[in-house]
């Protein structure tokens, strides 16, 4: 099975800041990553499919990278509507989610 | 539009079989590229995937449930299903069901649409 691990598990930042949330995989994964935004009390919602496609109608500040085992979501300019806990979720060898980084406001 | 709800007996003993239903619209269980997934959630936790059923009537089971999954779909009535059986306290969580389509935008995965959840308790 591949384990998806996700770090930070919290992250504190600030209005405006660049923000970067890594998931890493237990083996190459070969992009087959997608990132959900999950709001408190709120079913997740897609937000990038294959490791760096925006979802329609999700922000451009939100971009996703990587390859191999190591990606990242970026947020280039953190909004209060962005609090919320990000999951990384790989569909390459069986289906795995990350165990979560809850983004909060400084 | 698509929509999706779950729907579920709320609370269960230990032992007992969980029923699931998913109701959905917007879109067809028969249409080629489409499938339904159930993931569940423990309060303050993160999601595990559990199941997923495909318009072909594929199946795929999260290997360590799979011997208490059994997923399966009304294609005519646009509902899917899941029944986990025997289960304990563990079981416990809010159970999501999403709509995915394989071969998305570059041939991507997603699960685009998900239901609000329903929650479920086991409890003696």
């Known amino acids: 099975d591949i384990q998806m691990t996700q770090s930070p598990s919290v992250l504190s930042a600030s209005v405006g800041d660049r923000v970067t949330l890594s998931c890493k995989a237990s083996?190459?994964?070969?992009?087959?990553l997608d990132w959900y935004q999950q709001k408190l009390g709120e079913a997740p919602k897609l937000l990038i499919y294959f490791t760096n496609n925006l979802q329609t109608g999700i922000p451009s500040r939100f971009s996703g990278s990587g390859s191999g085992t190591d990606y990242t979501l970026t947020i280039s300019s953190l909004q209060p509507e962005d609090v919320a806990t990000y999951f990384c979720?790989?569909?390459?060898?069986?289906?795995?989610f990350g165990g979560g980084t809850k983004l909060e406001l400084k | 539009q698509v929509t999706l709800k779950e729907s579920g007996p709320g609370i269960l003993q230990p032992s007992q079989t969980l029923s699931l239903t998913c109701t959905f619209s917007g879109f067809s269980l028969s249409t080629y590229g489409m499938g339904v997934g159930w993931i569940r959630q423990p309060s303050g936790k993160g999601l595990e995937w559990l199941a997923n059923i495909w318009w072909d009537d594929d199946k795929y089971y999260n290997p360590s449930l799979k011997n208490r999954l059994t997923i399966s779909k009304d294609t005519s009535n646009n509902q899917a299903f899941l029944k986990i059986t025997n289960v304990d306290t563990a079981d416990t969580a809010t159970y999501y069901c999403?709509?995915?389509?394989?071969?998305?935008?570059?041939?991507?995965?997603?699960?685009?649409?998900w239901g609000q959840g329903a929650s479920v308790t086991v409890s003696s």
């Open positions: 979720f790989q569909y390459n060898s069986g289906w795995t």
């Open positions: 083996q190459n994964i070969n992009k087959n």
């Open positions: 999403a709509r995915i389509v394989d071969g998305y935008n570059y041939g991507a995965l997603v699960m685009d649409a």
